[in-house]
T-cell receptor, first 113, second 111 residues
């Protein structure tokens, strides 16, 4: 099993560009989420999904969209990138929303210039 | 909204010294989890605590969950250089939907 796979690993965007960060898991996990990590601020929850077709906002959802059309995939879309979105993004999955362990992808380092 | 704070933000110890990080939530939690992130890596699950007052041990690591289920601590006895990294607590809200991470404590261990 590959676990949680994120692509790309690195990305540089210009202000105003859009892009999609990909996240896929092969563990048949029900719960998936996106976090951003900034120095001194820990991991902040952007969006999460408790199952296919169901998504909800986390702590910092502005500027990001998500969808969950399949159990496996949970892409994160930046509609119009801003320098404030420069960060490391992590996707995570858990067996269920009541589950214990969250499995993280390797992260995407995004720079917006 | 739910907030989870950790202190200290950073600690530098000599190998063999003990280390403790504290986690406080603004709301009552269903459970609390602890993760370790090595430099340049991703968070890796360490343990979950569910019951009020629960204490769990993993070798040199001791984890506690407060009686009110709003705070937690991680204590490392006799640190080693392999303990270097950032330790995060993460609280699951009572609706079992949001796993909110603390701000993290970065541990540096000098030989």
């Amino acid at each position: 099993n590959a676990g949680v796979t994120q692509t790309p690993k690195f990305q540089v965007l210009k202000t105003g560009q859009s892009m999609t960060l990909q996240c896929a898991q092969d563990m048949n996990h029900e719960y998936m989420s996106w976090y951003r990590q900034d120095p001194g601020m820990g991991l902040r929850l952007i969006h999460y999904s408790v199952g296919a077709g169901i998504t909800d906002q986390g702590e910092v959802p502005n500027g990001y969209n998500v969808s969950r059309s399949t159990t496996e995939d949970f892409p994160l879309r930046l509609l119009s990138a801003a320098p404030s979105q420069t960060s490391v993004y992590f996707c995570a999955s858990s067996y269920s929303r009541r589950s214990t362990e969250a499995f993280f992808g390797q992260g995407t380092r995004l720079t917006v210039v | 909204g739910q907030q989870v704070m950790q202190i200290p933000q950073y600690q530098h110890v000599q190998e063999g010294e003990d280390f403790t990080t504290y986690c406080n939530s603004s709301t009552t939690l269903s459970n609390i989890q602890w993760y370790k992130q090595r430099p340049g890596g991703h968070p890796v699950f360490l343990i979950q605590l569910v019951k009020s007052g629960e204490v769990k041990k993993q070798k040199r690591l001791t984890f506690q969950f407060g009686e009110a289920k709003k705070n937690s601590s991680l204590h490392i006895t006799a640190t080693q250089t392999t303990d270097v990294g950032t330790y995060f607590c993460a609280g699951l809200n009572t609706g079992f939907q949001k796993l909110v991470f603390g701000t993290g404590t970065r541990l540096l261990v000098s030989p």
